[in-house]
T-cell receptor
Framework: AQKVTQAQTEISVVEKEDVTLDCVYETRDTTYYLFWYKQPPSGELVFLIRRNSFDEQNEISGRYSWNFQKSTSSFNFTITASQVVDSAVYFCALSEHSDDKIIFGKGTRLHILP | GAGVSQSPRYKVAKRGQDVALRCDPISGHVSLFWYQQALGQGPEFLTYFQNEAQLDKSGLPSDRFFAERPEGSVSTLKIQRTQQEDSAVYLC??????????????FGQGTRLTVV
């Protein structure tokens, strides 16, 4: 069965600090996809990244970076030099190639304090 | 508009009342999904359409929940005889490709349903 665990329920950091959001997943498929979504107070889920299971290269996009490690079934997300606008709930998610749906973790609420 | 549009944004229903939630996906998007998000939780899958075909409804919690997409564009999620445990945000998402959520999906802002 597929499962996504985000152990950090809530994190608070001071602006400009770096912060890492943890994500651990479980799947029996060899082909799968991992996602991160951001949910600001407005409620809309904003797509951040999609990685497939064959691509373990880490990715950087501006202040955002992702560390995918199949050996530990983790897909962690780091925000560098955090800003107040980064405050939101962040969801890690998993989709197996054999299935249509995406399974979300419970989310990590991130507070960036000015 | 350019994004996924859901209406109404907020709905208050009396217990036992029927409700209908609407989703306008991005034009041309083949795949459409409904999710339920309880307070403080991650979204939970309800159902998936590929064009007008409902390919997966395994997440619908009971037979009081019904979804349709008759012309392969707009979709409606209907909840009959609402109960308090139905209170949640209902999210709709659409995706351009027919492999479903394996590709990037765009979410609407959701409909917050409160059953009193």
């Amino acid at each position: 069965a597929q499962k996504v665990t985000q152990a950090q329920t809530e994190i608070s950091v001071v602006e400009k600090e770096d912060v890492t959001l943890d994500c651990v997943y479980e799947t029996r498929d060899t082909t799968y996809y991992l996602f991160w979504y951001k949910q600001p107070p407005s409620g809309e889920l904003v797509f951040l990244i999609r990685r497939n299971s064959f691509d373990e290269q880490n990715e950087i996009s501006g202040r955002y970076s992702w560390n995918f490690q199949k050996s530990t079934s983790s897909f962690n997300f780091t925000i560098t030099a955090s800003q107040v606008v980064d405050s939101a709930v962040y969801f890690c998610a998993l989709s197996e190639h054999s299935d249509d749906k995406i399974i979300f973790g419970k989310g990590t609420r991130l507070h960036i304090l000015p | 508009g350019a994004g996924v549009s859901q209406s109404p944004r907020y709905k208050v229903a009396k217990r036992g009342q029927d409700v209908a939630l609407r989703c306008d996906p991005i034009s041309g998007h083949v795949s459409l999904f409904w999710y339920q998000q309880a307070l403080g939780q991650g979204p939970e899958f309800l159902t998936y359409f590929q064009n007008e075909a409902q390919l997966d409804k395994s997440g619908l919690p009971s037979d009081r929940f019904f979804a349709e997409r008759p012309e392969g564009s707009v979709s409606t999620l209907k909840i009959q005889r609402t109960q308090q445990e139905d209170s949640a945000v209902y999210l709709c998402a659409s995706s351009a490709q027919d492999r479903g959520m394996n590709t990037e999906a765009f979410f609407g802002q959701g409909t917050r349903l409160t059953v009193v």
